[in-house]
DNA sequence: CTGAAAGCGCTAACAC
DNA sequence: GTGTTAGCGCTTTCAG
């Protein structure tokens, strides 16, 4: 291992001026900097981030808090956070919580002792107090889900707006009774959604019926079967089901062709988000199309910038993204019959 | 920050002693331990590994370089990885290659120069000369890909039996034009499942045809999208198809969709890895399920065993996991017509 | 059985 | 402009 102390002998330098000489400080003449970061690039020189850590520097790693890295969303901003930080010298730590306040707490906990530079979190429907405290100490942006004590930089889609275009597209199919089966309200992207489903029945002068909506906890597939089966034993099912999480639409998706459902015949389908075999599925499904990619992106750009030079302030920053409707074959003016029953 | 400076001071003690306490020295007196030791709980004390990591300790980093984190296998594996990792009091970094060497590198570099634990690693086709002599100086594990340049330990699928069944699967159909679209013969699992391929053409008495064959870069859909349109411009075009690449998979089903393939009846699909999706596909995709969780599990606790007792030697162990044929609709025997022609 | 002291590599105060 | 020195928290001689 080469350090300062070789190059300083190399040269016949102290060790203080090759210090200063690699920090570019303003006192070191130019052409003993030359000198030495010639030296060191010769040398094959690293700095050793051990010792500097010790002088109080933080690490290059940046924590990814994230429930569960094998959901698509989650997969995607893994990969383009990755590719962000590798490009500018940071390395990115995965901390998977499973949405369990406590592998959170502990995730930061060890984030913390390691002094992580930066920490990108998709913060659990509640964290605890301990977290909260952990992230004050670090640099920390929230991503799609927020919490308000985890302060106000955050980055994340429009989910209210998401759903209100998902059902009203339902809605100008001519669907009245329509269900919601969604992420329950305890996260916050889960009360953004649930409100713009019924912000569109509003609109449409369609009160909300409680029997209709159906929330659960946002990573499990099972709840959107069960919630499918429950819905469809109604005396007066719904003619049309939005979903309000990726998972639920996976697990409706499954339940559909298990139990046989027609979509969109007997049901029209409008999912959230589009991955992978979303367009293969039955008469292909209509969606709501999330830039994911690019919100991540963003994140990751702005963080890097505030890393690299730390604001005096803390100054709150939200950046809203919004997604698209992709129709396909899964939705479709109600059959005559069920509008009839329904009025 | 609670330092062992502290603890010695609030018992009395030197520095010295409560280090060797803490490490649980033999020449420390019982008595002395237990105080030592509920002291350090009580203030909270942490160690600072930094200053552990000037004295030569390694990290508690475990590197997973693997070439993009949105493929669904590389993803379960990170999850898998990462689950292990945390409860093992690891952290687990995630380094994507994109398939570059030169990306490789950067990363094993980085990795070293952090002193991590460890690295688990599913190599580029052709690794640096640099990452070998790299990997050399860290514990580390083969994942799926294996390059002999990088020892003997290796957790990976039995790739030719993999490719073997699902040709033979087509062969018992009644097909004898199978086209194989697969990763090019760089990469060591594109050579066996190529050889998987083949020798189950060849048991059946049947030469394979070079016509047939399409090998491209394994992350690349794109690559089966262009494959399967020449092959069905082929004036005797294959009546079956076998995959051997997810991404390969997505892009042919993806292609299907778009250019009108008739499945089965025109063309019999066989895909590789079973995830989201495939089963929803047209009348549902057969495919190989490959068990790509266990696999990871497997490596991961094997490995924090020798990274917790490291073993003298560096024999080499290698692990093997079959896959098996999901029978669904996208396979069937070949039309009359196709028979006699290909006859 | 325990204590004192040195040193890992780096940076920052303090000289000149 | 450059050199000297001290110290970050820990482990590890070397003394007792």
Redesign the pocket.
Known sequence: ?V???DIAAHL??????V??A??DDA???EQ?KVRVRQAASELG?V??RA??M??G?SSNVVGLVIPDVRNSFYSTIAHELSAIMAGEEYQLMLAETFDDRLIERRHLRELSASHAAGVVIAPTPNPHGDSVNLLRGMPHVQLLRRHASLGGQWFGLDDQRALQDATAHLLELGHTRIAYIGASEDLPTGRERLEGYTQALLADGIPPASDLVELGPPASPEHAKEAIRRLLNHPTPPTAVVLGSVQHTVGLLDAALEIGIEVPSELSVVGFGDQSGFSWWGPGLTTISLPIGDVATSCGLWFIRRLNNPPAGNDPYESVSAGWLVPRGSTAAPRAESRKRSA
């Open positions: 291992m350090t300062t102390k016949q330098l102290s060790v203080s001026t210090g200063r690699l920090a006192r070191i003449s003993t020189y700095g050793n010792a500097r010790m002088r520097a």
